[in-house]
Every structure is written in structure tokens, then in C-alpha cells.
């Protein structure tokens, strides 16, 4: 299973990005993959993540619905849109898969992409 995550980059606050993940090696329909960023200094932690076969989608609080999460299933890709940035979005996004359903619990995931980096300048 390969995870290859894009899109990041630098973009001032109130703008915007989409990062891809881009799944190969397998069928990911029994699959969630979420999104887990780390900013400097500080513990990696859960963003969103999605139910593939469901999509069903779930959000940690401090979203508070700037974020959406997508699945291209033709492209096995996983998006994830980012509005209204701030500069505390600050991090490097980690794309994630694991067997069956979400977990907000990064050690749950077994497949990690590198990661890409998205920086929010003020």
C-alpha cells in the first residue's frame, strides 16, 4: 500500500488549499483514511478522515467546518479542502489508511504517506 500525499504549500490566512492523497496497492473500499497534521514543536493530531466505502465523514472540533473531506473513488484519491486558513493550520499533513472504520487515534493507522507541508502566513 502506497499513500502519496500533494498539495501543500504556502498561502495567507483566509486562503485556501486542497490536498490529495493518492492510494495504490489495493481496493480501499473496507478502508478509512484520515488526515493527521504536526506542527513544529508539537504532537501529531487528527484532522478528518473518511469511511471509504460509506463515505461517511468525520472532523476534529477545531475544523469547525472549514475543512472537507472527499474520496475521488475512480482515482482512489482522498481530498482534503481547506478553507479560511489560519495561521495555526501551520503543520505537516499526514495522509493515513487503516482497516475498517475511522479512528481519531494516529497509532490505529496502519499505511502513512509523507508528508506534506502546509504554511499560513499572517
Known amino acids: 500500500v502506497q499513500l502519496q500525499a500533494s498539495g501543500g504549500g504556502l498561502v495567507q490566512a483566509g486562503g485556501s488549499l486542497r490536498l490529495s492523497c493518492a492510494a495504490s496497492?489495493?481496493?480501499?473500499?473496507?478502508?478509512?483514511l484520515g488526515w493527521f497534521r504536526q506542527a513544529p514543536g508539537k504532537e501529531r493530531e487528527f484532522v478528518a478522515a473518511?469511511?471509504?466505502?460509506?463515505?461517511?465523514?468525520y472532523y476534529e472540533a477545531f475544523v469547525e467546518g472549514r475543512f472537507t473531506i472527499s474520496r475521488d473513488n475512480a482515482k482512489n484519491t482522498v481530498y482534503l479542502q481547506m478553507n479560511s486558513l489560519k495561521p495555526e493550520d501551520t503543520a505537516v499533513y499526514y495522509c493515513?489508511?487503516?482497516?475498517?472504520?475511522?479512528?481519531?487515534?494516529?497509532?490505529?493507522?496502519?499505511?502513512w504517506g509523507r508528508g506534506t507541508l502546509v504554511t499560513v502566513s499572517s
Open positions: 473518511i469511511n471509504w466505502r460509506s463515505g461517511s465523514q
Open positions: 496497492g489495493r481496493t480501499f473500499s473496507s478502508y478509512a
Open positions: 493515513a489508511a487503516r482497516s475498517g472504520i475511522y479512528s481519531d487515534n494516529d497509532y490505529d493507522y496502519t499505511y
